[in-house]
């Protein structure tokens, strides 16, 4: 399957794309997200959780380090597991949070700053790669296992040109 590439003209267009991709959703899911500081991977997930049905705050897990959500996926609730391990010290710290427990096939989990556990971490099935180009960013969304293929091969987006 060829990465899919987009332009997000603005923070529309990331939140879009959060909304498209909270359609293909299933189960076990695992999504890194690549991206600079103010790439926009806190937006896209906010997005993706609200049009999931997640109606309350989503703010950036950046001291917790993870954040639960339950969200309902074919009527059943599914917890969405929010990351962002840019402040993680160490892999052991990881572990030793029990953070690995929250990778099996009930929850999803959406990881920021994947690179800072890269030992521990359990693979993605999707990975999505964030980069500023002018006043937007550009994104390539990759499939790394059936799994991942099968939820983006179902993905609708049209990026706002
Ligand atoms: N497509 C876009 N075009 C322009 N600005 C955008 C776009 N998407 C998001 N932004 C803006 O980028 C800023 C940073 O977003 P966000 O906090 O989501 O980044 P982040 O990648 O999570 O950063 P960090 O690594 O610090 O957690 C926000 O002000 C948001 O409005
Ligand atoms: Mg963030």
């Known amino acids: 399957m060829p990465h899919l590439r987009f332009h997000l003209h603005d923070e529309a ?23 600079d500081l103010g790439t ?23 001291y917790t380090l993870a954040e639960p959500y339950t969200i309902s996926l074919d009527s059943r609730p599914i917890e969405v597991i929010h990351f962002d391990l840019y402040r993680l010290g ?18 999803i989990c959406i990881i920021e700053w994947p690179e800072k556990a890269d030992r521990v971490l359990p693979s993605p099935d999707i990975a ?3 980069n500023v180009e002018g006043h937007g960013r550009d994104v390539e969304l990759q499939a790394l296992s059936d799994k991942g293929y099968q939820c983006l091969a179902r993905l609708k987006f049209a990026p706002n040109l």
């Open 128 to 130: 999505i790669l964030l």
């Open 13 to 35: 267009g990331t939140d879009a794309l959060g909304a498209a991709l909270s359609r293909i959703l299933i189960p076990g899911l695992t999504i890194y997200l690549h991206g």
């Open 40 to 62: 926009g991977k806190t937006t896209l997930t906010r997005a993706l959780l609200h049009a999931a049905g997640y109606s309350g705050h989503v703010k950036s897990p950046t």
């Open 90 to 107: 160490s892999s052991e710290e990881f572990l030793d949070a029990g953070f690995r427990e929250h990778f099996n096939e009930h929850s």
